[in-house]
């Protein structure tokens, strides 16, 4: 049976190491669909009903603004699980965001 694409951004997404993040963009390539950052949007926000879980606060957008932080609860908890890893946030936006991008393309 063939993977639906929200199965496969989920499978995607377990993949990125504690202390990186990564785009919807950039997991939209890397999946094949690269005009669909908005899909990987969609299925982000259910990432909170899949099992197993889903490291979810570790997408961003493409300038490294945290766009998903109301789909938790609080809000603040995007922020704070990143920070547990070591990322700085500042202003919902992650300092250094180059330095902590994961790209699937290139480490996978």
């Given at each position: 049976?063939?993977?639906?694409?929200?199965?496969?951004?989920?499978?995607?997404?377990?993949?990125?190491?504690?202390?990186?993040?990564?785009?919807?963009?950039?997991?939209?390539?890397?999946?094949?669909?690269?005009?669909?950052?908005?899909?990987v949007g969609y299925a982000m926000s259910n990432a909170g009903?899949?099992?197993?879980?889903?490291?979810?606060?570790?997408?961003?957008?493409?300038?490294?603004?945290?766009?998903?932080?109301?789909?938790f609860k609080p809000p603040e908890r995007m922020?704070?699980?990143?920070?547990?890893?070591?990322?700085?946030?500042?202003?919902?936006?992650?300092?250094?965001?180059?330095?902590?991008?994961?790209?699937?393309?290139?480490?996978?």
């Open positions: 049976m063939e993977q639906s694409f929200y199965d496969q951004v989920f499978e995607l997404v377990r993949l990125i190491p504690k202390g990186r993040v990564t785009s919807y963009g950039a997991i939209a390539r890397s999946l094949g669909a690269g005009g669909s950052a908005r899909m009903f899949a099992k197993p879980k889903i490291p979810a606060h570790r997408v961003v957008n493409s300038s490294g603004l945290l766009t998903g932080k109301f789909h922020q704070e699980l990143l920070e547990k890893e070591g990322i700085v946030v500042k202003g919902d936006k992650i300092q250094n965001f180059k330095k902590h991008f994961w790209d699937p393309l290139i480490e996978l």
